[in-house]
Every structure is written in structure tokens, then in C-alpha cells.
């Protein structure tokens, strides 16, 4: 069973950058999206950054231009560089990597913004 690891994460004070990285233990064929998710408490989990293979990308809107979204594809991993943080962005941030016949999720991981 393939699992994904995520690394990453923390506390950082507002203003500060951050990069995420999601890495695949296993062969994943024929994969269609990569990208990562953000779950705030009491909130419901949503999409932030995606790549639609090979290379399409989309965000959402309050990260455009924050974040940045990117692969490698050598090692099945999934990135993304955090710029500017605010305390809106504190959340648990969870990578997801879609293929054909399958769909996979990491286990998250926590970011905190603060001063």
C-alpha cells in the first residue's frame, strides 16, 4: 500500500515562509492531479493549490500569488513553497495525489501562524 509522507510545517510568525513536501513511498501510475489541502478547526477541508498534469496549476484565490505549487516527478513528490503568511492560512495542510484508479492522501500537517 503506498502511503504519502509529508514534511513540513510549524509555527511561523506572520509575514514568514514555509515549505510543505509530500513524497510518495511507492509507484503511483498514471497520476492525473497532485496538490494540496487545508483544513481549518471547524471548518470544512478545501482545495489550495493543485497541479493538473503535466503542469497546469490552480489556486485558491486568497494564496494566489502566496503560494507555489510544483512536482518532482522523479521521486513522486509533491511541493508547496509558503510565502507571506497570515493567520488565516493556520491550518492542517494535507497533500492528495490523484490517480486513474486510486486516490491518495498524506496524514497532515499542522501550520500555526503566530507572533
Known amino acids: 500500500q503506498v502511503q504519502l509522507v509529508q514534511a513540513g510545517g510549524g509555527l511561523v510568525q506572520p509575514g514568514g515562509s514555509l515549505r510543505l513536501s509530500c513524497t510518495a513511498s511507492?509507484?503511483?501510475?498514471?497520476?492525473?492531479?497532485m496538490g494540496w489541502y487545508r483544513q481549518a478547526p471547524g471548518q470544512e477541508r478545501t482545495s489550495v493549490a493543485l497541479?493538473?498534469?503535466?503542469?497546469?496549476?490552480q489556486y485558491e484565490a486568497s494564496v494566489q500569488g502566496r503560494f507555489t505549487v510544483c512536482r518532482d516527478n522523479a521521486t513522486t513528490t509533491v511541493y508547496l513553497q509558503i510565502n507571506e503568511l497570515k493567520h488565516k492560512d493556520k491550518a492542517v495542510y494535507y497533500c492528495?495525489?490523484?490517480?486513474?484508479?486510486?486516490?491518495?492522501w498524506g496524514n497532515g500537517t499542522l501550520v500555526t501562524v503566530s507572533s
Open positions: 511507492g509507484s503511483i501510475v498514471d497520476i492525473f492531479t
Open positions: 492528495r495525489i490523484w490517480a486513474v484508479d486510486m486516490e491518495y
Open positions: 497541479i493538473i498534469l503535466p503542469d497546469t496549476t
